[in-house]
């Protein structure tokens, strides 16, 4: 009798131990149902996030192209002169922003693009880029380029960067690859 007595208390125990643990389950199956609610609510916020600074990349693209166009468009109007003072070229018919296509079909951006006669009488082509703010990669990425419209421009390529400003290691990379820079107040009245 008194084991059966010990053994229903340990029953009783068991059984309000059990009823604790199921009362904490059920606290835990809560606190989940809370931890997914917030994890989706965590979610939706990331994607917006993420949707706002899209949006903002796109815009500051936008006011970054404005800007490197705005730099083209005044070196349209005043690299002729600019040219033909420092370099000894002269430019004939129009510079212009387009595509190349080259033989296999792909285009490539080009920010300046013209033709025109060197001081030696031959023709020469003038391919330029511009950058707000230049950086060596801008350049090396630039000089890529060279390189693959050398493929398929047989005459001289005169290469010429336009920015606004450029660090002195930026400038004597420049130098040292032998490209010419022109800056933006080069092209004001």
């Given at each position: 009798?008194?084991?059966?007595?010990?053994?229903?208390?340990?029953?009783?125990?068991?059984?309000?131990?059990?009823?604790?643990?199921?009362?904490?389950?059920?606290?835990?199956?809560?606190?989940?149902?809370?931890?997914?609610?917030?994890?989706?609510?965590?979610?939706?916020?990331?994607?917006?996030?993420?949707?706002?600074?899209?949006?903002?990349?796109?815009?500051?693209?936008?006011?970054?192209?404005?800007?490197?166009?705005?730099?083209?468009?005044?070196?349209?109007?005043?690299?002729?002169?600019?040219?033909?003072?420092?370099?000894?070229?002269?430019?004939?018919?129009?510079?212009?922003?387009?595509y190349y296509?080259?033989?296999?079909?792909?285009?490539?951006?080009?920010?300046?693009?013209?033709?025109?006669?060197?001081?030696?009488?031959?023709?020469?082509?003038?391919?330029g880029e511009?950058?707000?703010?230049?950086?060596?990669?801008?350049?090396?990425?630039?000089?890529?380029?060279?390189?693959?419209?050398?493929?398929?421009?047989?005459?001289?390529?005169?290469?010429?960067?336009?920015?606004?400003?450029?660090?002195?290691?930026?400038?004597r990379f420049?130098?040292?690859?032998?490209?010419?820079?022109?800056?933006?107040?080069?092209?004001?009245?």
């Amino acid at each position: 009798a008194e084991a059966q007595k010990r053994t229903e208390i340990k029953v009783e125990e068991l059984a309000e131990a059990q009823k604790r643990t199921e009362i904490k389950v059920e606290e835990l199956v809560e606190v989940q149902k809370k931890s997914e609610i917030v994890a989706r609510e965590l979610a939706e916020a990331q994607r917006k996030t993420e949707d706002k600074m899209e949006k903002t990349r796109q815009e500051v693209g936008g006011m970054s192209h404005s800007i490197g166009f705005s730099l083209e468009n005044q070196a349209f109007k005043y690299l002729p002169s600019v040219l033909k003072r420092d370099k000894n070229i002269e430019v004939k018919g129009r510079l212009l922003r387009k595509y190349y296509v080259y033989f296999d079909g792909t285009e490539e951006q080009i920010d300046v693009y013209g033709e025109g006669i060197n001081k030696d009488g031959n023709k020469i082509y003038i391919i330029g880029e511009g950058k707000s703010q230049l950086g060596k990669k801008d350049i090396i990425k630039f000089l890529k380029k060279i390189e693959r419209l050398k493929k398929e421009i047989k005459e001289e390529i005169f290469p010429l960067m336009l920015t606004h400003i450029v660090t002195p290691e930026v400038e004597r990379f420049l130098e040292e690859k032998n490209i010419s820079c022109y800056f933006s107040y080069e092209f004001e009245s």
